[in-house]
């Protein structure tokens, strides 16, 4: 049996399009969900498999872009500088 392909925290970060502090955190259990890992001594990894199931939590469903989300909300009004 061939062991799974391992990713390291940087390139799970940029797959998922998060920060490489909010992965440990999650992977680590501090904040949920939880993200499957492993920790090989002082080296955190994520298993091929693990961060497919990772990506599919993650997919958005088709639909407005987040900003258009936000209906309801005022938009900010800017300040005008005085001449």
Do not use: C, N
């Not at 998060?18 to 492993?38: F, N």
């Not at 199931?53 to 407005?64: L, N, S």
């Not at 938009?75 to 005085?82: F, G, I, S, T, Y």
């Amino acid at each position: 049996m061939t062991p799974l392909p391992t990713y390291s925290p940087a390139q799970v970060a940029e797959m998922l399009g998060v920060s490489e502090r909010w992965l440990y955190d999650h992977a680590k259990g501090h904040e949920k969900p939880e993200i499957p890992s492993r920790q090989f001594g002082r080296t955190l990894r994520f298993r091929s498999d693990d961060v497919e199931r990772i990506q599919e939590m993650f997919a958005r469903p088709a639909g407005p872009p987040a900003s258009v989300a936000l209906i309801g909300r005022r938009p900010r009004r800017l300040k005008e500088k005085a001449a």
